[in-house]
């Protein structure tokens, strides 16, 4: 207005001058006009400006007001996701009784609100979001984690591993799933429109959120590491978490009867571990009638396993274990309960350790004659065994061995008292006297029967510990007393055959070099086992223990395998779990011990966590009980005499026709005695 008046002004002023005569009142005329151009020019120009401005604020304060009342709209009708968490994770533990530990919860909430941190949820949607939620972290917890209120588990694992074990990568991606939908739900709502706009860079973030996930169902498990890339939970490290959070493991009972073979040095934790997997079948003893032999040469497991052993259930327990003063009452050929063939394998079994795996041809062939006379001998024992090989002592028992079937008999009529075999003789001989030598040993396989039935203990549902001694026994005396045993077990086996459903087996060899290091016929002992509902526990220290190839292919071929901290094995043993030398020489030296665990499928690394014997346990000093039980029940009678052969038939036979040359080249050996 007042640029109007001066314009107005200045125009009538400029007029009145312009019509005077005078020409220096025409000038001031002019120039007043044009002035008052000026003005009202200027004027127009900075209200045009001014309008503009007006304009734009009016619009933005139309603006501000709309979205604030689409904020104010959204505020009633959707919930923060920060109350969203908060209920599922109430819901979890609720459901779970704990849910989740918290090393665990925190971090994946964690990620999932700095994901969602812009959502909002609608209010009829809210339940739906709640149960997708709650049943993806209780499927979680329930499938991978199905034992963390158990804390004193005596295994745990990654839980990455467990993962790559079950190969549950869905499990990773039901995990992530309900906020993925959320996201995709929320994608181009007016909310979601609204703070694009004022946040650019959520653009780049969502356009992450992608469907990785789900893509990679199916997947080998291995690639359960690069599931959670470019998601919220790799900025989390969610898959460092999953790595190092140990979780309870639990192991498939179903693949033991497929047999375990356990490979580790000295002080890496092998008797630790053994001892721990026998705690996890005694309880089976009493509920599911399972039975647990224990075989230990250097007796160091059994008395700190039958020190926790309640005497509540001493009657399940069983030891043995060669004592000079108290010998057990065994007999190599005391096989009333088994058919004949097997009777023969046994001995074959045992005998062929005791005279040598190197017998020549002539000496396994009158070896195996021999076992099958002592079948057809009453109360036969290895001192008949013995007293056979002496010059004469056929006659002793020829009258027996009319129950042989013809061409045995012809055999001992026709070739055995030939100076042929002569030798022959004499070299089995001088093995067996060399281990008869023992005392211990000849008394306790002097008996002419056994007092122990194993197959009828087993039957009972015991826990048997047997202590073969290597101390005691030396070298030989241990590997066939062991082996003894093992025959015996092999017994047990055969006798299942028939038997349907029969009551878990559980047998625990360890230092099994001791007794299987050169024993081809071990992997046919797996193979029985296996169809049999007995599970075989191989324990060794290092790979040169076991002699001979095909024992230590057999028993690679056991479904379960552990191998512990190993510099000079590790690149075998390596080999056959599928990891990296340097995986087994990294293990601590110190415990708690790890161990290389693949049962089937991939391989993890268990860690021992606790030892079986420790403060918290109850300690029963009970070893002489067992020792006392053992004496009555299975050790010799009074007034056995050790050195008593079986009773010869007084009959007058005619002795058989000898040759009187010997073969051109036959070496001169020690003769056998009178």
Known sequence: MAAFIALVVFVILGISFLVSSAPHVRAIGFLSVCIGLGIWLYWLFNHSEWAKDKALKARHAAEAAEKERIRQEFEDRYVDVEDFLTTVQGRVNATLGKGLPDELYEPILNAQVKALRHFKFEREA??????????????????????????D?????????????????????????????????????PYDTTLRAEDPKLQKEWDKLDDKLIKEIGYPAFASLHTLENTPYEKQGIRELFNNFKVPFVLEDKARFQHTWIISPTGTGKTSLIENLILLDVGKI?????????????????????????????????????????PLALNLFDNRAIDYGSSLEMADFILTSLLGADMTAK???????????????????????????????????????????????????????????????????????????????????????????????????????INTNLKLLKSKGTEVFGRYFLALINQVIEGRLDAKNPPPLYVYVDECHDYIANEPMIEKFMDKARKQNVA????????????SPDVRDALTTARVKYAGRSERDAPFVASILGVSPETLTSFPADPPFQFAFNQG????????????????????????????????????????????????????TPEPRQPTTQRQGEADIDPVPE
């Not at 809210?126 to 199905?146: C, H, I, K």
């Not at 647990?292 to 259930?313: A, E, G, T």
């Not at 001998?377 to 061995?401: C, Q, S, V």
């Not at 075989?536 to 002699?547: C, D, E, G, P, V």
Request: include cysteine.
């Open 601 to 652: 499928k991939a391989t993890t690394i268990l860690t021992n966590r606790h030892r079986f014997i420790d403060k918290k346990m109850e300690r029963h000093d009970n070893y002489a009980e067992y020792q006392k039980a053992m004496y009555e029940r299975y050790c010799v009678l009074p007034g056995h005499d050790p050195f008593k052969v079986a009773t010869p038939i007084k009959v007058s």
């Open 363 to 465: 000496q396994a062939g009158i070896f195996r004659y021999l076992a099958q006379a002592m079948q057809v001998i009453p109360d036969a024992t290895i001192l008949d065994f013995k007293e056979f090989l002496k010059e004469g002592g056929y006659l002793r028992y020829r009258p027996h061995l009319q129950k042989l079937d013809p061409y045995t008999l012809d055999f001992f009529e026709t070739r055995y008292n030939t100076t042929d075999f002569k030798p022959t003789r004499g070299e089995l001989f001088w093995r067996l006297d060399a281990i008869m030598s023992d005392p211990t040993f000849r008394d306790m396989f002097s008996s002419p029967r056994n007092r122990l039935n194993l197959s009828a203990e087993v039957d009972q549902g015991k826990l048997i510990c």
């Open 286 to 326: 009493i509920h599911e009638g399972a039975s647990v032999i224990v075989m230990d040469s250097q007796n160091q497991m059994i008395p700190r396993l039958l020190s926790v052993f309640h005497p509540v259930n001493s009657d399940r327990v069983i030891l043995l274990e060669p004592n000079p003063k108290h």
């Open 126 to 151: 809210y339940q739906r979001y709640v149960d997708a939620s709650v049943r993806s972290l209780v499927g979680f917890t329930l499938e991978l984690l199905p034992s963390t209120k158990d804390t």
């Open 153 to 189: 588990s005596i295994f745990v694992v990654p839980l990455l591993d467990v993962i790559k074990e079950q190969g549950r990568l869905d499990a990773l991606v039901s995990l992530a799933k309900p906020f993925r939908d959320m996201s995709a739900e929320f994608r181009g709502s």
């Open 536 to 547: 075989f526990t191989f324990a060794h220290q290092r790979l040169n223990n076991i002699k």
